[in-house]
């Protein structure tokens, strides 16, 4: 992925994707997918196309931090206030793609931009999101994400098939994930460091949840995000996480303390 500038739309973001090897075959699809996501979705200045060794795409640079960089400061500071605001707008992002029927199938950390402006947060890397057409030459079957942000019935699935079917409940135990880790540092299932991915996976199965503790109602609400059954995960809608009207700061950066991110929403309360 490389940052440059076009005369015509500023800032991009250029993708370029190769084959890595046979069992990840869609690494070489993944941008021109990505592309024709953004395309569905009705998103402007998005263009793709195909290299000798795979797909390119160019799409709009989103401004702003990545969640993990952005709460260093909890991590290392387990007092410090909770930023319920760039919780609640990381909910409302993905509870914006759930409306419009998509799910995005690939949530972590990196994928929530923080813009700290109206539009709040960015979810970005939709090459693995789902719903409705994507050019059939640049399809692939969905291979299941990053562990540490994979529900449990994906990795039975991928364990078993080596497939799954992402879901709107799978995005959001991966954003309840997403959002302990990058408070805490903590994973949400223990495995070793080093363990390979059906080690890890095996380990979600088995429902190897990893205590922490976070305050109410912050803590609550990530552990119903992380509910073995997805059925008993709330949905982003009906979890009543609004980050509201507030005024809004100029952009916050990584060591910025902006304050009306660390003040509770009363919509947090009673939320699930
Ligand atoms: N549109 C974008 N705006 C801003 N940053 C982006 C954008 N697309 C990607 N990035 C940055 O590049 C990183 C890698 O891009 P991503 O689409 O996740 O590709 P991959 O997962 O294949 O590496 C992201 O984690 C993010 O930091
Ligand atoms: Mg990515």
């Given at each position: 992925m490389w940052e440059a500038e076009s005369k015509e739309h500023g800032r991009v973001a250029v993708k370029v994707g190769a084959l890595i090897d046979e069992e990840r075959g869609y690494t070489a699809l993944a941008p021109a997918r990505e592309a024709s996501v953004l395309h569905a979705l009705g998103r402007p200045h998005v263009t793709y196309g195909t290299w000798g060794r795979g797909t390119w795409s160019v799409q709009p640079w989103y401004d702003g931090d990545g969640l993990w960089p952005l709460w260093s400061r909890h991590r290392s500071d387990a007092?410090?206030?909770?930023?319920y605001l760039t919780a609640a707008e990381c909910v409302e992002a993905v509870d914006r793609l759930h409306s419009d029927?998509?799910?995005?199938?690939d949530i972590q950390p990196a994928h929530l931009i923080v813009t700290g402006e109206r539009d709040g947060v960015r979810l970005i890397d939709l090459a693995f999101a789902r719903r409705g057409t994507v050019k059939n030459l640049y399809d692939f079957l969905y291979p299941g994400c990053l562990v540490h942000y994979e529900a449990p019935e994906i990795s039975r699935n991928v364990l078993a098939t080596g497939r799954a079917v992402p879901s709107p409940s799978a995005d959001v135990y991966a954003l309840g994930a997403s959002l302990l880790i990058s408070a805490?540092?903590?994973?949400?299932m223990v495995y070793?460091?080093?363990?390979?991915r059906p080690v890890q996976r095996q380990a979600v199965v088995d429902n190897k949840r990893r205590p922490f503790d976070l305050p109410a109602p912050f803590g609550p609400m990530i552990d119903a995000m992380l509910s073995y059954e997805p059925y008993d995960r709330p949905r982003c809608r009906t979890s009543r996480l609004s980050s509201g009207e507030r005024p809004r700061k100029p952009r916050a950066t990584?060591?910025?303390?902006?304050?009306?991110?660390?003040s509770p929403g009363p919509k947090w309360a009673g939320a699930r």
């Open positions: 007092s410090a206030p909770i930023d029927g998509w799910c995005h199938g805490t540092g903590k994973r949400a070793p460091d080093d363990a390979e990584a060591d910025a303390t902006p304050k009306q991110r660390n």
